[in-house]
DNA sequence: GAGTGTGAAAACATTCACAGCT
DNA sequence: AGCTGTGAATGTTTTCACACTC
């Protein structure tokens, strides 16, 4: 029933850009071509094809994809139906946006929890949740069963946050501070430095039109 | 004088991420190793040495690279000694984060503007800058001659900021709002979709031991 | 006719393995 | 002996181009 086959990482990190491009076509449009759907995206039409085929064989050939069996199955190869369970820990302001951001909820992921060192910030109300200080981590982490761990602290907290969130059992961390985390094969580890996105940005400014790294 | 040659776009991603490691090794080390970086950066030693061999002969056989100029070298290279001037438009949680972080500074990148829609916040002070309307967008742009805008605003408004900022002269952009911009050639546009980041963790979430796309 | 799915080709990226320098 | 720089081998990703289906 399910599909084995390993979808490559270049087609995995493509699958949400998809998936944002569904969300932006006209509300009542039932059916998309390969080629409208590689223009939002801004890839190569064979590319989407190519990607898409590693799901099944989702569309029908001289007519497209249905919009809403696509939707579906990429959630679904992307495991958004399961609804993970993640906490944020560093309530400043970039957390603050993370636990305001809808996004999150959108794709099926549910911010249980807010955490900070800060007794200043412990108890606060953010985003309809109530800050707690680092010791009850564990206790959410087991009563929710918390799958993904986000880091917003600073960065001097940012490997301590990681290993406390390990050792509470969490297997998976989204990492904003701009530190290197020390990991471990059994934990998954993606990290978002916003000053790395910048200096990438920086290398294409002076020169002509050249192709941006996606 | 200066190397012509292009350098790959996986290079240039993986640039600032050995920017970092140096930062992150002993302050009075001198030199070091491809496999001391390559262990930090976790990638293959023969990676860290073609990326390098990219930038010039930097190197010396038997010993090593000196760090202070593969610093420079790799700061020249991405363009970071031109101090670059940007501007953050959205000042909400994400822009105050944005405009609080250290990295882009230490990184030579200079913010010389918050601007906000919302009279409420104009006039407001955030990490030292006086947060100004977007109909003083222009005048910034001009005078300090502002080379990328930061779009940190809610969804609905990133593609009229865009296009303003783009009809101010900036040809640089990074986004942060959820939302697929119209490109055109000339402008160079980069986003980061914060949930896409949990999207792609997702994926390896259930699994047993995977690589992760870095 | 329109648009998918996919072999085959081309382009790009990573890794091996070793000659060559210090 | 130690470590770089790089040809050659391998692996991955993208793109072409077309047989095939609706």
Not at 113 to 127: E, P, T, Y
Not at 133 to 148: F, M
């Amino acid at each position: 029933m399910k599909e084995n086959k390993k979808i490559p990482p270049a087609t995995v990190k493509r699958l949400p850009l998809y998936l944002q491009c569904l969300d932006q076509l006209n509300k009542d449009a039932i059916g998309v071509s390969s080629k409208t759907l590689a223009d939002l995206a801004k890839v190569n039409d064979a590319q989407v094809r190519r990607d898409l085929s590693y799901l099944g064989t989702l569309g029908t050939r001289g007519v497209g994809y249905d919009i809403q069996t696509l939707r579906n199955q990429i959630q679904l190869e992307l495991g958004l139906v399961e609804g993970w369970s993640a906490v944020i820990v560093g309530v400043g302001n970039l957390g603050s946006a993370l636990a305001h951001y809808g996004g999150f909820r959108d794709k099926g992921f549910g911010i249980v929890g807010l955490f900070d060192s800060d007794n200043k910030k412990i108890n606060n109300q953010v985003a309809g949740l109530v800050v707690k200080p680092l010791s009850s981590l564990e206790e959410y982490c087991k009563k929710y069963n918390v799958a993904i761990g986000i880091i917003a602290t600073p960065s001097r907290f940012a490997q301590d946050v990681a290993d406390h969130l390990i050792s509470c059992g969490v297997r998976s961390i989204l990492n904003f501070a701009p530190v290197l985390l020390k990991n471990s094969p059994e934990v998954q580890i993606r990290s978002v430095d916003l000053s790395q996105e910048l200096q990438i940005l920086s290398y294409y400014l002076d020169r002509p039109v050249l192709k941006a790294v996606e």
